[in-house]
């Protein structure tokens, strides 16, 4: 993409009451538009970078056999009030219309997905089923100041599955801990799972998936040398004490987010709505139930916590809303935008993601928004570089800088 064409452009100052990191470099730059407190309406950059984040999050989830449907946002309030939630639940939004009829606002969506399985899953041929969405979810959030990390509106990948066995579960439920793994790692993330308490759903075991951030909520203690993790909340321990499970060294305190969790939700929503199914004896059965949810909103204000530097955002290359960012050096010698251009049209034609500065500014003005917009590699053309007969390439995460011929980019953009 042309960026004189972009419509969004970079601000020096982000808006006086955004207090949180993410938040004010993705205003800066131009990803995403304050609507109010925990409210973003997300541009062209940031609806790239959430597509893309969307996008491993589909990929491993069907990877493990989860059917992506779309539910309602707008729920009745019926079956809200048949399991207890319509006033047991403090963040759901409530609406009234003005017929008197009441509705929810989509908080989580167990209410809406067990009656969906109950239509279908008659039979223990029908299950095990695990369906997922990825959407908008509403909360009556007291504190939103965090940024995208914790809003009123925000995009979550939420999926429920439905199993015959406790063991069919707990099989399943450690393949869903894989993927998730796996998706942070793609996102560059390193994640560590918590046994959870369980919150309000259950007494039953679950994880929380954390990654360590100053702009986290959540105090954990982790090991260095094993996989231990806990929250502080839960944990029976505390910080210097020896590690609980492999005892090589002493646990460290830390902030992190919350970037996803596992439930093992039993029963109780098929109670609820009389979702049973036969067994092969012909008996009645509830089937159990597990939820896993990630916020994908929160998933990219974290990246951007986890990699920014003093200039600006650093995006992981399978999340960056471009893989390049070719700066055209504005000069008087027109071969100069004859190269950028011929550039352009062969990267963009092999398949690289490229936006292009083809604005009329100043150079340092073109660098200093490309170090805040973040994407992976900065490819310059000038009359300096057209001379060499070679592009300068830096990297934006080291600021490694790099000479390569248009054979050798494309080389390695394209491996
Ligand atoms: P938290 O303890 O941070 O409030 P939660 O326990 O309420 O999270 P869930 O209800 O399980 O979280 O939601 C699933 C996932 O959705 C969370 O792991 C998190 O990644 C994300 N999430 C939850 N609340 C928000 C929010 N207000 N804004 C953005 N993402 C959220
Ligand atoms: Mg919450």
């Known amino acids: 993409m042309r960026q004189s064409q972009l419509f969004t452009k970079t601000r020096r100052e982000a808006p006086s009451d955004e207090v949180s990191k993410n938040a004010q470099l993705l205003i800066r730059a131009g990803y995403v538009h304050k609507e109010m407190a925990g409210v973003y309406s997300y541009l062209p950059l940031g609806r790239r970078v ?15 056999g989860g059917q992506e449907l779309r539910m309602a946002t707008l729920h009745p309030s019926e079956p809200w009030k048949q399991t207890g939630a319509w006033d047991g639940v403090d963040v759901l939004f409530k609406i009234q219309s003005r017929t008197e009829k009441e509705y929810a606002l989509g908080q989580s969506e167990e209410e809406i ?3 969906i399985a109950q239509q279908y899953a008659h039979s223990y041929k029908d299950l095990p089923i695990a369906l997922y969405q990825i959407g908008q979810k509403y909360r009556d959030e007291l504190r939103a100041k965090s940024g995208i990390m914790r809003g009123r509106e925000f995009g979550m990948k939420d999926m429920y599955s439905f199993h015959t066995t406790q063991d069919d579960f707990d099989r399943y439920y450690e393949i869903v801990k894989e993927a998730y793994f796996k998706i942070y790692k793609r996102c560059n993330l390193d994640a560590k799972a918590t046994e959870a308490s369980g919150g309000s759903f259950s007494e ?35 910080e210097g004490d020896a590690c609980p499970k492999c005892g090589q ?9 919350e970037a ?32 896993y949810g990630m916020g994908t909103t929160r998933l990219m204000g974290t990246i951007v916590e986890v990699f920014a530097d003093a200039k600006g955002i650093v995006w992981p290359e399978e999340v960056a809303p471009f893989r390049v960012h070719l700066i055209e050096i ?48 900065r490819i310059v053309v000038s009359e300096k570089t057209l001379a060499a007969g070679k592009f300068e390439c830096v990297e934006r995460v080291s600021g490694k800088v790099e000479h390569k011929s248009l054979s050798e980019l494309i080389g390695r953009l394209t491996s």
């Open 113 to 115: 997905v067990t009656p």
């Open 330 to 377: 504005t000069s008087d010698n027109a071969d100069v935008h004859t190269e950028a251009a011929e550039l352009y049209r062969e990267l963009t034609s092999a398949g690289v993601e490229v936006l292009w500065d083809d604005r009329d500014a100043r150079a340092g003005e073109k660098f200093a928004d490309s170090d805040l917009i973040g994407i992976p590699l």
């Open 50 to 64: 959430l597509t893309k984040i969307e996008n491993i999050i589909r990929a491993e989830m069907d990877k493990i």
């Open 204 to 238: 039953k075991i679950s994880y929380e998936f954390m990654v360590l951030t100053d702009a986290g909520e959540d105090d954990i203690l982790y090991c260095d040398k094993c996989d231990y993790c806990a929250n502080v909340e839960v944990a029976k321990n505390a």
């Open 249 to 257: 060294t002493k646990l460290q305190k830390a902030k992190a987010v």
């Open 260 to 291: 996803g969790n596992v439930f093992d939700l039993g029963q109780k929503y098929p109670k609820a709505f009389g979702f049973t199914y036969k067994a092969e004896d012909g008996s009645d059965h509830y089937p159990i139930v597990g939820c």
